[in-house]
């Protein structure tokens, strides 16, 4: 009579499981909810607009070409800053908040957020874009009035905007454990133990 064995993988077993249900912070990043970017990202989105607006103006000094050269470049430029993901220590600034609070946004099909936050976040963002076409039109057209009142239609409400993700963010890292993760840094052990040694050392030759 033969006995057959039923061999249980490592990445199939209990233990498995167990992991996964005390780490349930990447599970969540698995589902969607990657970390956003840092405050580089906000920076960039607060100088877009004056910026493209001022490479189209270009076009009465330096031509068409050479302008729709320089906007090309403008936007690479601010989509490229805007796509930097970089971990520091210093996670709890306003520009990082409101990366936060956008991503949170961004997420709100797989995690919902409040109603009322959701509709005004949207009216602003729509605001904010319709200025910043209008400042566009601007510089195409060299009209001063339409680069002037697409500047302050884009950058007021991108202010109060911004002010509503930061509101985001703070209320929903109290109820979901995946945002109050993504302000931690991980830091490597052998780092910390090596930062102890060298304060015991201070405090040491402070002594003697």
């Given at each position: 009579m033969?006995?057959?064995q039923r061999n249980i993988s490592p990445a199939n077993g209990p233990g498995r499981a167990n992991a996964a249900a005390a780490n349930p912070p990447l599970l969540m990043l698995k589902r969607g909810a990657i970390k956003p970017a840092g405050a580089v990202a906000t920076y960039a989105k607060i100088a877009a607009p004056v910026l493209i607006t001022a490479a189209l103006w270009s076009h009465v000094w330096v031509g068409t070409a050479a302008s729709v050269a320089l906007t090309l470049v403008a936007v690479f430029f601010v989509v490229a800053i805007a796509r930097i993901r970089r971990q520091t220590q210093s996670s709890r600034g306003w520009a990082v908040a409101i990366s936060f609070g956008e991503r949170i946004w961004l997420n709100r099909l797989q995690i919902p957020?409040?109603?009322e936050l959701n509709a005004k976040l949207t009216v602003l963002y729509l605001a904010f874009w319709t200025g910043t076409l209008v400042a566009l039109s601007g510089g195409f057209t060299a009209s001063v009035i339409l680069?002037?009142?697409?500047?302050?239609?884009?950058?007021t409400a991108m202010a109060v905007y911004f002010q509503r993700l930061v509101h985001l963010y703070r209320t929903m890292k109290e109820k979901e454990p995946l945002y109050r993760f993504w302000s931690s840094f991980a830091e490597n052990d052998n780092i910390q133990v090596k930062a102890a040694g060298a304060k015991q050392q201070k405090s040491a030759l402070a002594r003697d």
């Open positions: 033969q006995t057959h957020i409040p109603g680069t002037a009142t697409g500047l302050i239609v884009a950058y």
